[in-house]
């Protein structure tokens, strides 16, 4: 099976540029998409077959928002972690399969002046606390953009953002409180080196460069692990300032 995770930074401008080709020409079968910044009714849902869309948008429009589009029929859905204090910004939408459970996550980000620290450091406890009952029942893959570089080899200039948002100790002890917990980051399972990222910034030719972070991840329980066969990272593909990442587990 092929889990695709892609912030698109705007749905609908995803679908005016080179989405459904993409989605065509990568087949996943499942792709997990942050930051839709739309509704079910503000996009032409004409997506290719046998794709199904389950939706979790943000009470403001316009904003946040994740989509899960599957080949395969879940057994459950269910939007939000279940605390009403994160749960309006559609960041969180989950779906049961057979073998494990996925959640897709746009994690909420600290903001430049890091005026929504205090709140990123108690989506993580909280976060963390769903993801630890969602692993009592079935194994977990979360995927999604987590608005943190992890290490100094998961952007390109660690020294000069130690105290800017994505790179704060903060964040990275957060993200890290998931690995404690049992969850494996899967690019780092075949790829020990850095220069790999899925974010660069719109200015100075960043991406052109390769001057950028890794901030979007597919993590997996443990249990999972055995039936992990590639993790990688779409460099090549653009239409955001994020690219997509995936697996492919047996």
Request: a positive charge.
């Amino acid at each position: 099976m092929k889990i695709i995770s892609w912030n698109v930074n705007g749905l609908r401008a995803a679908l005016r540029k080179n989405f459904i080709e993409y989605l065509s020409g990568e087949s996943p079968d499942i792709l997990c998409v942050q930051e839709t910044k739309a509704r079910p009714d503000d996009v032409n849902q004409e997506w290719p077959s046998p794709y199904k869309a389950l939706w979790n948008s943000a009470d403001k429009r316009g904003y946040s928002g994740t989509c899960i589009l599957t080949k395969h029929h879940p057994m459950r859905v269910s939007t939000g972690i279940g605390i009403s204090q994160h749960d309006s910004e559609g960041r969180v939408i989950f779906a049961e399969f057979p073998a494990f459970q996925l959640v897709n996550v746009y994690v909420p980000n600290s903001q430049r002046e890091l005026t929504r620290l205090s709140y990123r450091q108690t989506w993580d406890r909280d976060f963390l606390g769903y993801l630890r009952s969602l692993q009592r029942d079935k194994p977990v893959v979360v995927c999604g953009d987590f608005n943190v570089a992890h290490t100094e080899l998961d952007l390109t200039h660690p020294k000069a953002n130690t105290r800017n948002h994505g790179f704060t100790r903060e964040e990275r002890e957060g993200f890290q409180s998931f690995l404690n917990a049992g969850f494996i980051d899967t690019f780092r399972q075949f790829h020990k080196e850095g220069g790999h990222y899925t974010w660069w910034s719109p200015m100075n030719r960043a991406r052109e460069r390769n001057v950028g972070w890794r901030i979007d991840y597919m993590l997996i329980s443990e249990g999972l692990r055995p039936k992990l066969n590639e993790a990688f990272i779409r460099k090549e593909i653009g239409g955001s300032d994020h690219c997509p990442v995936g697996v492919t587990i047996t």
